[in-house]
């Protein structure tokens, strides 16, 4: 009998096609199938599973792509379902998504720099140091946003003096004529809002 020959299933009253393969992910169906049960019912070949109809319809999702796609209010009851058809991998699947805690999402402004570094990345941080990875966030940037800053520079042009009007001493200020003239200019820059994603408290 070929591998692909494909058995149809009867899950109580609805009704499944599938191959001896996909079902044989399954310790159950292992069985029937080792029993001879697919040789034995060749002329039928359509195997009544008294279970429920629905929600075998995401045990063969899961013997087909291995992956598990259901709502969480389904879950208690495909637990039972891979308990029965010994799939002890699903049913712990099914049981970590059972009681996982629903992640907190916070939404924040940040700058370029503060992004990088919650980031966990290095290309702004001049020391490369990464910052440590338990001080990294979570985060999906929604959207840059342009906005302008005003910024300050030093009369004297003294580099370190730029964008901290408290390092210019009277000699910056002095150097434009007057005790209180700053001198501002206005620069575009990005902002990012963005989401993160933390465990509950
Ligand atoms: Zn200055």
């Known amino acids: ?14 009704f499944y096609e599938t191959t001896q393969e996909t079902l044989k992910g399954s310790g159950y169906f292992r069985n029937l199938l080792n029993e001879g049960w697919a040789e034995g019912n060749a002329v039928e070949n359509t195997l009544f599973v008294d279970r429920d109809g629905f929600l075998f319809r995401f045990i063969l999702l ?8 259901i709502k969480d209010k389904y879950l208690k009851s495909l637990k039972n379902e891979a308990d029965f058809y010994l799939l ?3 049913s712990q699947i099914i049981e970590r998504a059972m009681y996982q805690e629903p992640k907190k999402i916070t939404y924040k402004l940040l700058e370029n720099d503060e992004l990088a570094r919650l980031y966990g990345l290095d290309f702004y941080n001049r020391a490369q140091t990464r910052t440590p990875r338990e001080e990294r966030q979570n985060i999906s940037v929604i959207t840059p946003i342009q906005c302008v800053e005003q910024v300050y520079n030093c009369p004297r042009r003294i580099p370190v003096h730029n964008n901290k009007p408290n390092s210019c001493g009277n000699a910056c200020e002095k150097a ?11 620069k575009y820059k990005n902002i990012y809002l963005v989401s993160v994603e933390s465990d509950q408290e």
Request: glycine letters at 12%.
């Open 1 to 14: 009998m070929s591998k692909h020959k494909t058995i149809k299933l009867n899950v109580g009253g609805t």
């Open 62 to 69: 899961y013997l087909r792509t291995d992956e598990l796609d």
């Open 88 to 90: 002890p991998r699903l």
């Open 176 to 186: 434009k004529g007057g005790n209180n003239y700053v001198e501002y200019e206005f």
